[in-house]
């Protein structure tokens, strides 16, 4: 017969030798924790579970004068046909150098990106120093492959990662697909259900050697096309004040961008593309009557 251990020391796995990896440490004593190791009864979930949409990330700067890289995310997660959320935040610090955003499975999504920032700052207290950007898409790469059984169920989580490469001294993007494959992108990229419109937004307004406060209006901008087209992106609300969550890193580590920079570049957008209207339409409302067949289209 086994006692419990009631002398208040800390198992043995704890005190063992082994990796500086968190991960392979809990898939070792306590596998059940990790996000892939989930069951959700073999149904698929697709459609009931709250979705996060759109990310979109592109770099900035030159390499002469310090090359940087902007990750900016929406706030609305979708469940089904229904809101599930209007305040959701998808993009977060991964660590002081590195940013994560997420898109698919919210919970699922969110649970990961916690797991991997605890992953990064384990590490860092181990070895006494800040894991390699590459060693960072690496891991995170290990971590979407080891959500493949819940992926399968419907729970997939495609995340985009950007981040400051101490190394080399300039911005690095990457993308994932679900079964882990890490690919780097060169100048910008989308994912999630409005990555599309985002895509094409970025491909017309990004240019090389934007400065910081261009590139967060061409951010927000590609973020206002994707929700102007995609029912699952939010844009942004002014009533509400709910902006996009928008992250910038630079050799300086991440900052956050104040809402009250994002209202002011909301504001010129909507000036912008109001005078747009205008000067092609005059006074004349949008959508005016029509005549012939709408087909597919339903109220």
């Not at 920032?117 to 790469?141: F, T």
């Not at 094409?200 to 061409?218: N, Q, S």
């Amino acid at each position: 017969m086994t006692h419990a251990d009631t002398s208040g020391r800390l198992p043995d796995a704890f005190l063992r030798p082994g990796s500086s990896s968190f991960v392979d440490f809990l898939a070792g004593h306590a596998p059940d924790l990790l996000p892939g190791r989930r069951d959700v009864g073999g149904a698929s979930t697709d459609g009931l579970a709250p979705h996060a949409t759109t990310i979109v990330a592109l770099t900035f700067g030159t390499d002469d004068g310090g090359r940087g890289v902007i990750m900016a995310g929406d706030r609305r997660a979708t469940a089904g046909n229904l809101i599930a959320s209007r305040e959701m935040e998808k993009v977060f610090a991964a660590d002081a150098y590195s940013v994560v955003g997420i898109a698919g499975s919210a919970g699922v999504a969110i649970e990961l990106v916690r797991l991997f920032q605890l992953e990064l700052e384990h590490y860092e207290k181990i070895e006494g120093s800040l894991l390699s950007l590459d060693g960072k898409a690496n891991r995170l790469s290990t971590m979407i492959r080891g959500n493949l059984p819940l992926a399968l169920q419907g729970l997939a989580v495609v995340p985009l990662f950007a981040g400051y490469d101490l190394d080399r001294g300039y911005g690095r993007l990457f993308s994932y697909d679900v079964t882990g494959g890490r690919y780097e992108e060169h100048d910008h990229h989308t994912v999630g259900s409005g990555s599309v419109f985002a895509r094409g937004a970025l491909k017309k307004l990004w240019r090389p050697g934007l400065d910081a406060d261009a590139a967060v209006g061409v951010a927000v901008e590609a973020l206002y096309d994707a929700a102007d087209d995609d029912s699952a992106t939010g844009g942004p609300d002014p009533v509400r004040q709910i902006w996009p969550v928008v992250n910038v890193v630079t050799a300086d580590g991440v900052r956050r961008v104040a809402d009250e920079e994002l209202a002011a570049s909301v504001e010129r957008i909507v000036d912008e593309r109001g005078a747009a209207h205008r000067a092609a339409h005059g006074d004349r409302p949008a959508g005016g009557p029509r005549t012939g067949h709408q087909g597919g289209a339903r109220a």
